[in-house]
């Protein structure tokens, strides 16, 4: 009877028999009594004599969610700010090294140039003298610490900063007048790239110049190749790196601020009545009594907050407490300690114009400060360099550059390199050199940018802060009138220098502002035209489903990439078409840019199935920000360890297809004929796509397809 009723129960279900289970009736809930409690779909544990215990349910694990958490979802985003990972004296170092080298070897030339070139306004008298250390002071107030260090650090874009940030989030929160802003935005990346070229320049060579003071018999013509060696050895060594020696950065920073601050206060101290040049009624006296020369000096008071927006364009690399506390700690006390030095001497000294930076120490110790100087101005260009790097691979994220071949030196962040940036800021950083020949000329064309960025950062700060923040226009309208007036003077001020070659970082801003807005452009008319092309995923999954002859259904995973699941991918299309084939395991993936630097591992993936029947296929976004690495391969590991993709999906064997676009150009509306042949041009020379996204060479097949533009 027993043996009748076993046979009965192990031909209807199949069970998993431990030691002693075999002692049990059965294991199917029908086979319960009806006294034992038991919760429907509760699963049961059987272990060694588990017969002699009770019924225990256990529960099912809880499923993770796939939604996207709040700081994707939520309009608050934009508050999240830096997450340190270090302490603030430990960032506050590092930032000495990045942040400040532009604007802390600025005392290397600013009073030279001031003094040498406007000497129909800058006397050495101490009118003069006062005058200008007052104006230099008072810049460095207001553009650096209050607009900068104090205002504007408080616009980021999930803790970054920078133009390209501004840009990012006044696109995200669609802010009234968005396209113009925008534009402004990218005419301010492009002057960006423009001060790019001009910076390694003025700082090398004005630091090799030193040497003309230092040892006398040197001959100047020597000056220019040795700066041009070191420059030229510089753009080189961009491929390694810098993740050797960037540890030095920060110590050799601090010790070039030290020197430069001890040097003027030197100075200071056998003259204290320098002090009395802090007075903004000695600046004021200075205006209006030299009036039309007085404001040509403004071209060179401004250089000495060259660099000021690197205070916010680095705001996501060390957080704005940080960067705050290194400049009043430590630079801002330095560097003005040094001008109210140079101001001093060239009141005891008449002839120190000559170079009064080099000349405020004592002989001994010029040429070790030529050395130190060098130093501090390799890292200054260095940090310009990584600064434009930075914003070519934002630019490629955000969609407003094609595809640029970046190269990861390191794994630190920020480490990348940009060849074709690379080599065109190094083209364009020797001409000028070889064209220009001191730092003295290099000066004439040195501030439009500079001063051309500091008003676009105000214009769309103030967009913000209306749109964004509802700050009433009593509270915004004495300051930004404030901004406005100090960076206007500063910018027409040096529009004069415009005949003299400050046309060039103009120039450069408006090509890349237009390569930009044509690429942004090209791709919008280039999407809806291959859209058309490659018709509904949905009804092409489904006319599989009814396809005769049957598809063939091939071993292996496909990966297919796409920028949504409304569209077929080209390759896929191509594939069902031509070879009437398809992968028994089939995953699209679409890149979501979100303009944030970085996405979360939380909020990194979406996942969901497509289609009916047998033609199911999975969909994955994955979802990064303008700082992440693009990385496919191991975004799609990194999707299956969190459970985003099946745990036993092959994808150290699956294969990657990918569309290769030939476009043809139309006579459609749209775009201007000229912006048509420009947009071809650079989609034909961006970076291959595999190697953009990291693909396997051997894994990989193009297909390709023409689309109209």
């Avoid at 003005?336 to 008449?350: E, F, M, R, T, V």
């Avoid at 069902?576 to 996405?599: C, G, K, N, Y």
Wanted: charge should be positive.
């Amino acid at each position: 009877m027993r043996a009748g009723r076993r046979a009965e129960m192990s031909s209807t279900r199949k069970r998993t028999l431990h030691e002693g289970a075999h002692k049990l009736d059965g294991d199917s809930d029908d086979d319960l009594p009806d006294e034992t409690p038991r919760r429907s779909g509760v699963r049961q544990n059987f272990n060694e004599a588990a017969h002699k215990l009770g019924y225990w349910p256990v529960a099912p694990a809880p499923r993770k969610t796939r939604e996207p958490s709040d700081v994707i979802k939520a309009a608050h985003d934009d508050d999240r700010d830096v997450v340190a990972h270090a302490s603030r004296l430990v960032l506050g170092l590092g930032a000495l090294g990045i942040v400040f080298g532009d604007i802390g070897t600025s005392p290397l030339y600013s009073m030279q140039v001031i003094f040498g070139q406007h000497k129909q306004a800058a006397h050495t008298t101490v009118g003069g003298v006062y005058g200008i250390v007052s104006l230099i002071f008072w810049a460095l107030v207001i553009v650096v610490s209050i607009k900068y260090a104090i205002v504007i650090m408080r616009a980021h874009n999930r803790g970054d900063g920078g133009i390209m940030a501004l840009t990012a989030l006044i696109s995200r929160k669609k802010v009234p007048r968005a396209a113009a802003l925008i534009t402004l935005g990218l005419l301010g990346a492009g002057l960006f790239f423009g001060d790019g070229m001009i910076t390694p320049a003025i700082s090398v060579t004005s630091a090799v110049e030193g040497l003309k003071v230092a040892t006398p018999g040197l001959s100047h013509s020597l000056i220019d190749p040795i700066a041009l060696v070191i420059l030229i050895a510089l753009f080189t060594a961009q491929r390694f790196g810098t993740a050797a020696v960037g540890w030095l950065f920060g110590p050799v920073m601090l010790l070039w601020f030290g020197t430069i601050g001890v040097l003027g206060a030197s100075h200071v101290v056998q003259h204290p009545a320098v002090l009395q040049a802090l007075s903004p009624t000695w600046g004021a006296r200075f205006m209006l009594d030299h009036g039309v020369a007085a404001w040509l000096a403004l071209g060179g008071v401004v250089l000495a907050v060259t660099g000021a927006e690197a205070l916010y364009a680095d705001r996501g690399h060390f957080g704005a407490t940080p960067i705050r506390m290194t400049w009043f700690a430590i630079v801002f006390p330095a560097v003005l300690l040094n001008y109210l030095g140079q101001g001093a001497l060239i009141l005891s000294d008449h002839k120190a114009i000559s170079n009064p930076f080099y000349l405020v120490a004592p002989g001994w110790g010029r040429l070790p400060l030529v050395f130190l100087a060098t130093a501090a101005t390799i890292i200054a260009s260095q940090a310009a360099l990584t600064g434009s790097f930075s914003v070519a691979k934002q630019a490629v994220q955000l969609g407003f550059m094609p595809r640029l071949r970046i190269v990861h030196t390191a794994e630190v962040e920020g480490q990348i390199y940009v060849p074709i940036i690379n080599w065109l800021l190094c083209a364009g950083v020797v001409a000028l050199v070889l064209v220009f020949r001191n730092s003295n000329k290099l000066s004439d064309i040195y501030g439009v940018a500079v001063t051309g960025t500091f008003i676009l950062d105000t214009t769309l700060f103030v967009a913000v802060a209306r749109s964004l923040w509802q700050t009433p226009k009593w509270r915004l309208f004495p300051m930004v009138v404030l901004f406005y007036v100090v960076e206007v003077s500063f910018f027409s001020a040096n529009v004069t220098k415009v005949a003299h070659g400050a046309w060039l970082p103009l120039l450069v801003g408006v090509i890349v502002a237009n390569v930009m807005l044509t690429w942004r452009k090209g791709r919008d008319v280039l999407t809806r035209n291959r859209t058309e092309e490659e018709g509904s995923l949905q009804a092409f999954l489904e006319g599989m489903c009814a396809a005769d002859p049957p598809i063939v259904r091939l071993p292996g995973t496909a990966i297919f990439l796409n920028p949504n699941k409304q569209t077929t991918p080209l390759a896929m299309r191509a594939q069902v078409e031509h070879l009437h084939a398809f992968q028994e395991t089939v995953v699209m993936v679409s890149l979501d840019p979100i303009p944030i630097p970085r996405v979360d591992k939380e909020d990194r993936f979406a996942a969901e199935r497509l289609g009916k029947g047998l033609f199911k296929i999975i969909y994955l976004t994955i979802r990064t920000g303008y700082r992440d690495r693009t990385d496919l391969p191991a975004a799609l590991a990194l999707a299956r360890k969190r459970g985003m993709l099946p745990r036993n999906l092959d994808l150290e064997h699956a294969s990657y297809f990918v569309s290769r676009m030939s476009i043809a150009q139309t006579d459609g509306h749209g775009m201007p004929p000229w912006r048509k042949r420009l947009f071809i041009a650079m989609a034909r020379n961006s970076s291959s796509p595999i190697e953009h996204f990291g693909l396997p060479w051997d894994r990989t097949v193009t297909s390709g397809s023409q689309v109209a533009l």
